[in-house]
């Protein structure tokens, strides 16, 4: 069989695909907006010069921090083990041109999830998010199982205010494999959107009412990390 090539894409994943049982998510911290930039070029050009890796791998996306600091990366895998095996044979070269080409690059880490549930898209809603915001909810110690009936709290809060997030277009709650958080990714028509549901009542989550306050204090929840993202490049075979 030919190696199937590599193409760079515009458009969004779709986070509900039933066949990425293994969603990744990481971080990179490279320094300023302009080495953003680079590091977004420098990996896809790499990525382009090579064959797709595996059909395992279903996509591969970046996005830079409004921190101009960091870079998220989410991949979309099949499996962990199919993961494991890419590890193996063929990251590393990857890795090494792209360091060639941005040195300094800080890797703060890899986090392999779930996706558990998601407030989907509605039917005909054809916008193109202009904010992503990655949420990150800690538990504490020994919590892991709290986290499915919190990510149902959430859910029925959204439900029970739809008219406060008409700029959400969609969110999806992955478990981390390690038991110790819940990571939201949230689809945002804009910036401002999302800025006038922080504005409300409610201190940032929800509209303040009882089922968001039930949210906000929720047992066994340490704290939450947001962090909001632009997305820059796809990749997927082409």
Do not use: C
Not at 86 to 92: A, G, L, S
Not at 93 to 110: A, C, F, H, N, Q
Not at 160 to 187: K, M, Q, W
Not at 207 to 220: F, I, K, L, S
């Amino acid at each position: 069989m030919t190696p199937r090539t590599t193409r760079r894409t515009d458009a969004h994943p779709d986070l509900t695909r039933p066949d990425a049982g293994a969603p990744l998510f990481s971080t990179w911290r490279v320094g300023t907006p302009e080495r953003q930039q680079a590091t977004v070029e420098a990996i896809a050009a790499t990525w382009e010069r090579r064959p797709w890796p595996t059909p395992a791998l279903l996509g591969y996306h970046v996005y830079t921090g409004y921190d101009g600091t960091t870079l998220m990366h989410h991949s979309q895998w099949a499996s962990e083990a199919d993961y494991e095996a890419f590890v193996k044979t063929q990251r590393q070269e990857r890795v090494d041109e792209i360091d060639t080409l941005v040195p300094g690059i800080e890797r703060l880490g890899l986090d392999r999830y779930r996706r558990y549930r998601s407030r989907e898209r509605a039917a005909g809603d054809t916008r193109v998010p202009g904010l992503v915001v990655a949420v990150r909810i800690d538990f504490e110690p020994g919590a892991a199982e709290r986290r499915t009936d919190w990510i149902g709290e959430v859910l029925r809060a959204l439900a029970g205010t739809p008219d406060d997030h008409r700029g959400l277009i969609s969110a999806h709650f992955h478990l981390s494999t390690d038991g110790t958080h819940v990571l939201n990714y949230a689809e945002w028509e804009s910036e401002p959107a999302y800025d006038a549901v922080l504005a409300a009542p409610g201190e940032g989550i929800g509209d303040g009412g009882e089922q968001w306050e039930r949210v906000r204090t929720y047992p066994a929840v340490k704290g939450f990390t947001s962090t909001r993202y632009r997305h820059a490049v796809g990749l997927l075979p082409a």
